[in-house]
């Protein structure tokens, strides 16, 4: 455990030297990344065994600096919550790391990706072990500036350099809260550190209305990074990226930061029912928005990217309704069957070429490996059994059912509309007659076999929280200071909860089948048009900002501009003119002629003396 500070160390180090000698190293640039990330893995999966075993809090740091006489702290803690995010984060950096030498073999830029890459995973894995709300500010924003870089990656591309510039002002927004938060809970506690706020929340020393606020400010952080409603339009946006930043992107790494921070911030949470019910809301809403989006869309990791908007919403959801655990675990499988799908899609555009579905086809004899894993992974994501997506879709839906029926009939939908776009992509990318030119082949083994551990993972992560196994509930919540919630809180829902989420997802596949295989006609598409149309502009949002931020902020600026030209300048012109004019005056004035000078005397002495005569009538008379 006390080596724990090491494992976002391995990564910060490639990234040092591959920014010092990744030219001279070229194509090998790969051994330097993937070495720190193995280590990195090794590393955390010790404490994780460890943590699991002994399951103990440790924390281990020293004094930094003093804010008015307040130590502030830097080190490391290792908790359930945070040993189980540092395995899943190395495991699928790792994976990443190999999967990427087949996928930007021969770019140009090759040293550079793996260099933006260690720098990437060195801020995740400093945000995960952080002990302290400062700590975890300085990596948050470092999380931030490495996506900005991989994001921009095809920088010769202004797509790219727009998604990026989007994504980092979009997620500027949110920070801005969690900034906000971080200082009130420092001037109400005079500390950063997580374990000292705690015990003051629980002690009840802050006041029920500023930690409702504070909540919020935290949650509004969590909102930016976790692409909800309606910070979200970036993350579909930071497709332009290379495929495999977006599967770390979209897996266990950035966009699950804000789900892990409401996590680890949840005994701040747990104390404000307003708090709760604003997390649940954004999040069932954003579950079921985004999914709606990702019915229509045709490029693959758009579709993909949505999917991620809709199940970080249901997290939200999920720790929004008292589901900590749910929130959690679906966070835990989330990221493996995601971060699989895009690979598989990265295999599918490295054969092809192309992202847009509608130019693939045919592709399950081609790619028989890519089929299958993206086969697991779209059964993981839709949440059939025994995938590892069911236990944990199945866990968020007993904790709405339990809190709201709203919010359940909101997430049985989104089981509805995942399994129908996620089916979507399997039936028109991988059946029916091929509808490109190229010649296709199977992935090199570099890609597939990150794939193949994927998906097995995909397969047998859920079981770990079954009664066949220790269930993966009582573990996290064995430290209800770390929760704010007692033990053995998991939420378990009836039967048929259970049983009409399996329902559901099996006709969203089967109106797949029909619509995209038989192609069948929809008939709510035929009724109301418009909805297709909604649903594949997104709703419009993009536009609506660009009207009213984008163009409101430029006419704003327009209208500041003139007023700063001619009122101000204006008034700043005329004060010129008057003063060069007397000046001119004066120089005209004063122009050495003594008879000048004895005609303006004579002058001032005849005011003089009429003003005089004047003055004395008016007193005398």
């Not at 979200?232 to 495929?243: F, I, K, N, R, V």
């Not at 199940?311 to 493996?336: E, I, N, P, R």
Request: aromatic fraction near 16%.
């Amino acid at each position: 455990m006390e080596f724990t500070w090491l494992i976002p160390v391995f990564p910060l180090l490639s990234f040092l030297l591959l920014a010092a000698f990744g030219r001279q190293m070229k194509e090998k640039a790969h051994y330097v990344g993937i070495g720190a990330s193995l280590l990195s893995f090794l590393l955390s999966l010790l404490v994780l065994f460890a943590e699991i075993k002994g399951g103990e809090y440790i924390r281990n740091d020293f004094r930094w600096i003093n804010i008015g006489g307040n130590p502030v702290t830097f080190g490391f803690e290792v908790n359930p919550l945070n040993a189980m995010m540092l395995g899943v984060v190395s495991l699928d950096s790792l994976l990443i790391h190999l999967y990427s030498v087949g996928y930007m073999h021969g770019d140009e830029r090759y040293p550079v990706f793996y260099q933006y890459l260690g720098l990437f995973t060195f801020a995740m894995l400093g945000l995960v072990i952080s002990p302290n709300f400062l700590q975890t500010y300085i990596f948050w924003e470092l999380v931030g500036l490495a996506s900005f870089l991989l994001i921009g990656f095809y920088y010769y591309k202004p797509e790219a350099t727009a998604a990026a510039k989007k994504a980092f002002m979009m997620t500027r927004i949110g920070d801005v809260g969690l900034f906000i938060a971080i200082i009130l809970l420092f001037l109400y506690t005079g500390s950063f550190d997580y374990s000292i706020i705690f015990n003051q929340v629980s002690a009840g020393t802050i006041p029920l209305g500023s930690l409702t606020l504070i909540a919020i400010l935290i949650f509004i952080g969590a909102v930016g990074k976790s692409g909800q409603f309606p910070l979200h339009t970036w993350l579909p946006d930071a497709m332009e990226g290379p495929t495999p930043v977006s599967a770390l992107i979209h897996a266990a790494t950035m966009v699950a930061a804000g789900v892990y921070l409401v996590a680890a911030t949840y005994p701040i949470f747990s104390t404000s029912e307003t708090a709760l019910w604003v997390v649940a809301i954004i999040g069932g809403f954003t579950a079921i928005f985004a999914a709606s989006i990702g019915l229509t869309q045709t490029d693959i990791k758009r579709v993909l990217a949505y999917s991620t908007v809709s199940q970080l919403g249901y997290m939200m959801l999920a720790l929004g309704v008292g589901g900590y655990v749910a929130g959690v675990f679906h966070l835990f499988t989330h990221a493996f069957f995601k971060a699989l799908l895009f690979l598989a899609a990265g295999s599918i555009i490295h054969a092809l070429n192309t992202n847009e579905i509608y130019e693939m086809g045919g592709l399950r004899k081609r790619m028989p490996v890519t089929f299958t894993v993206f086969l697991i992974g779209a059964l993981a994501l839709s949440g059939i059994p025994p995938f590892a997506g069911y236990f944990s879709k199945e866990m968020v839906l007993s904790a709405a059912y339990e809190k709201n029926f709203l919010l359940f009939l909101i997430a049985l939908v989104t089981v509805f509309f995942t399994a129908v776009y996620m089916f979507k992509l399997v039936f028109v990318a991988f059946t029916g007659e091929p509808r490109h030119t190229s010649e296709v082949h199977e992935s090199p083994w570099v890609m597939t076999f990150p794939m193949v551990i994927l998906a097995v993972l995909s397969t047998v992560a859920g079981w770990i929280n079954t009664p066949w196994f220790t269930p993966f509930g009582d573990w996290l919540l064995s430290n209800t200071a770390l929760t704010g919630i007692p033990s053995g809180e998991a939420h378990e829902g009836p039967l048929w909860v259970t049983l009409a989420s399996i329902l559901i997802a099996l006709f969203g596949i089967y109106m797949a089948y029909l619509f995209y295989r038989k192609h069948f006609a929809c008939p709510i598409v035929t009724a109301f048009p418009f909805l297709h149309k909604l649903s594949r502009r997104k709703f419009y949002v993009d536009e609506l900002y660009d009207f009213v931020f984008v163009r409101g902020l430029k006419g704003l600026g327009v209208l500041l501009a003139w007023f700063d030209r001619f009122i101000v300048g204006g008034m700043i012109s005329l004060v010129i003119r008057i003063v060069g004019g007397i000046g001119a005056l004066h120089a005209r004035v004063q122009n050495g002629q003594v008879q000048l000078y004895g005609a303006i005397v004579f002058f001032g002495l005849t005011l003089l003396l009429l003003a005089f005569t004047f003055f004395a009538k008016g007193v005398l008379g």
